[in-house]
């Protein structure tokens, strides 16, 4: 995975090239600082709105050859495909395989008091991080993302597509293709907010992987206590 490698990823492309960005999603509207998960009704904030605005513009200036725009279904992903489904002339598709991992512990305010988890009741989702015991497994994970993947590759044939999800679907997706390990520490997880982690295919084989984080000024000014998760 080489990062801010946008201008590798550019000399891959041959006739047959397509290139699937999958990105994170912006700053989310979150003053409580809870982990949302799949909650509904999470929007971006002022900054998450600029983030992906700024992606927007950034592959418009590019050059890139957008023509198919997809997001998980969840209000915050399908806000940060917006600006560049606008900007392509295309409607924001919604595919239920690129929404946020299931966690058992949505709606509790680990940004603002992380504490929370060492309460007794909760120990019994920790006995399998490999798994994880807390939520969706890694493995069923990379099943419908790579899935998705593979739609979106299908639908952009010899061109680009945008792909937005959530920082863990993504983390896992690309632990699966780099042949790695699925299982890993939340804290662990290095795909920031509006990032874009490219997958470079000649056909319908993948020969590329970058990434790259075009709105990273944007990223050191958000509030949002969960950010990171």
């Not at 992606?55 to 279904?73: C, E, F, K, N, Q």
């Not at 239920?96 to 949505?106: D, G, T, Y």
């Not at 795909?191 to 990032?195: D, G």
């Given at each position: 995975l080489l990062r801010g490698a946008s201008a590798w990823c550019g000399t891959l492309i041959g006739m047959d090239t397509t290139i699937v960005h999958v990105m994170r999603h912006g700053e989310v509207d979150n003053p409580?600082?809870?982990?949302?998960?799949?909650?509904?009704?999470?929007?971006?904030t002022g900054c998450g709105q600029a983030?992906?605005?700024?992606?927007?513009?950034?592959?418009?200036?590019?050059?890139?050859?957008?023509?198919?725009?997809?997001?998980?279904?969840l209000l915050r992903a399908q806000l940060t495909a917006a600006p560049t489904a606008a900007a392509y002339g295309l409607p924001v598709e919604s595919d239920?395989?690129?929404?946020?991992?299931?966690?058992?512990?949505?709606g509790l305010p680990l940004g603002s008091?992380?504490?929370?988890?060492?309460?007794p009741a909760y120990f019994k989702y920790f006995v399998n991080p490999l798994r994880p015991s807390w939520g969706e497994p890694y493995a069923d994970i990379a099943s419908r993302m790579s899935a998705a993947l593979s739609a979106a590759l299908r639908s952009a044939r010899g061109h680009e597509a945008l792909v937005v999800s959530h920082q863990n679907p993504i983390e896992t997706l690309t632990r699966f293709v780099r042949g790695k390990v699925l299982a890993h520490p939340p804290k662990s997880r290095n795909?920031?907010?509006?990032?874009l982690t490219s997958f470079v295919f000649s056909g319908a084989t993948l020969v590329g992987v970058c990434y790259e984080e075009p709105a990273a000024d944007l990223v050191a000014q958000a509030?949002?206590?969960?950010y990171r998760r």
């Open positions: 409580d600082g809870v982990l949302y998960g799949r909650l509904p009704g999470f929007g971006l983030m992906a605005e700024r992606v927007a513009r950034t592959l418009v200036g590019r050059g890139a050859d957008i023509t198919h725009v997809v997001a998980s279904p239920p395989r690129l929404i946020e991992s299931a966690n058992v512990f949505e008091n992380p504490a929370v988890l060492a309460r795909f920031a907010l509006a990032s509030k949002d206590l969960s």
